[in-house]
């Protein structure tokens, strides 16, 4: 597989950095996005079909990923890319145990951009390694694009591109060593680490088109009240029985993204920032 290297643009410099949160502590912020910048290709259908970036866990007791993201580049091959985004622990040459899985994400694949996924505080360990990574394989040959990414600055702790030629072999990612692992320069990635004590109020959500509206299935673990504020925007949307499980159907058909955040009903018991992005 060759890679090609294309330089459009160097603008914004963003390495590993801490960023307010909504409390007296700090989040840990993974990013290190410099600019959109054309890098490794082609990442899609037929291959390249998985992309990855390892990373290691802040040893700083933010230990929960809330969100991670790429910054994609432009298109190699044009026709939209089905993909679905992934965390896993890293053993140094392929993935281990698999710990996230997106909905199916529809990538327009019409230029720059930046995709975000929600992970609703998955609780990571300290200083150990792990690979945020998207694939075709489990959706393999529903799509037709292929992709360029961005470069991102060398400053992600442990972290270095990984890719594999794979196919439509998702069961090789965890059996088999990938065919490059190491590469630099790396992925332009982003990941938002929180910390706070298990059992704290935290989100999930998942956003998929349902009759061609955007609906955004949510979930939660850790509030004690009966119901549950629900917002969309910082904007109160329902307040609904806390049954950990709640579904917006936003009557919206466009490209959006949305932010969300529950509270114990009439509290200021939150949880975190849940983002969905619908990109067509």
């Given at each position: 597989m060759?890679?090609t290297k294309?330089?459009?643009?160097?603008?914004?410099?963003?390495g590993?950095a801490?960023?307010?949160?909504g409390?007296?502590?700090?989040?840990?912020?993974?990013?290190?996005?410099?600019?959109?910048?054309?890098f490794?290709h082609?990442?899609?259908?037929?291959?390249?079909?998985?992309y990855g970036?390892?990373?290691?866990?802040?040893?700083?007791?933010?230990?929960n990923?809330?969100?991670?993201?790429?910054?994609m580049?432009?298109p190699d091959v044009p026709?939209?890319?089905l993909?679905?985004?992934y965390?896993?622990?890293?053993?140094g040459?392929?993935a281990?145990?698999?710990?996230?899985?997106?909905?199916?994400?529809d990538?327009?694949n019409?230029?720059?951009?930046?995709i975000t996924?929600?992970?609703?505080?998955?609780?990571?360990?300290?200083?150990a390694?792990?690979?945020?990574?998207?694939?075709?394989?489990?959706?393999?040959?529903l799509?037709?694009?292929?992709?360029?990414?961005?470069?991102?600055?060398?400053t992600?702790?442990?972290?270095?591109?990984?890719?594999?030629?794979?196919?439509?072999?998702?069961?090789?990612?965890f059996?088999?060593t990938?065919?490059?692992?190491?590469?630099t320069?790396?992925?332009?990635?982003?990941?938002?680490?929180?910390?706070?004590a298990?059992?704290a109020?935290?989100l999930?959500?998942?956003?998929?088109?349902?009759?061609g509206?955007n609906?955004?299935?949510?979930?939660?673990?850790?509030?004690?009240?009966?119901?549950?504020?629900v917002y969309?925007?910082?904007?109160?949307i329902?307040?609904?029985e806390?049954?950990?499980?709640?579904v917006?159907?936003t009557?919206d058909?466009?490209?959006?993204?949305?932010?969300?955040?529950?509270c114990e009903?009439?509290?200021s018991t939150?949880?975190?920032n849940?983002?969905?992005?619908f990109s067509?």
């Amino acid at each position: 597989m060759m890679k090609t290297k294309q330089t459009l643009m160097r603008a914004l410099v963003a390495g590993t950095a801490l960023a307010a949160a909504g409390s007296t502590f700090a989040d840990t912020i993974y990013n290190n996005f410099k600019g959109y910048s054309d890098f490794w290709h082609p990442f899609g259908y037929p291959n390249t079909a998985t992309y990855g970036e390892t990373f290691t866990a802040p040893t700083n007791g933010d230990v929960n990923l809330q969100d991670f993201g790429f910054y994609m580049g432009s298109p190699d091959v044009p026709g939209n890319i089905l993909l679905r985004a992934y965390i896993a622990t890293w053993t140094g040459t392929q993935a281990g145990t698999l710990l996230y899985t997106s909905a199916d994400f529809d990538f327009a694949n019409t230029g720059n951009d930046h995709i975000t996924f929600s992970t609703g505080g998955l609780t990571l360990t300290p200083g150990a390694s792990y690979v945020a990574f998207l694939s075709v394989s489990e959706l393999y040959g529903l799509s037709s694009g292929e992709a360029f990414i961005s470069q991102g600055d060398p400053t992600i702790p442990g972290g270095s591109f990984v890719y594999y030629n794979n196919g439509g072999d998702f069961a090789a990612l965890f059996n088999s060593t990938w065919s490059a692992t190491g590469l630099t320069p790396d992925w332009a990635f982003n990941a938002t680490f929180t910390g706070g004590a298990g059992g704290a109020l935290t989100l999930r959500a998942v956003g998929r088109r349902e009759a061609g509206i955007n609906t955004v299935r949510l979930t939660w673990s850790g509030a004690t009240s009966t119901n549950i504020d629900v917002y969309r925007d910082d904007v109160l949307i329902v307040t609904t029985e806390n049954d950990g499980f709640y579904v917006d159907s936003t009557g919206d058909t466009r490209r959006s993204r949305y932010i969300y955040h529950v509270c114990e009903a009439g509290t200021s018991t939150c949880s975190n920032n849940a983002r969905v992005t619908f990109s067509h």
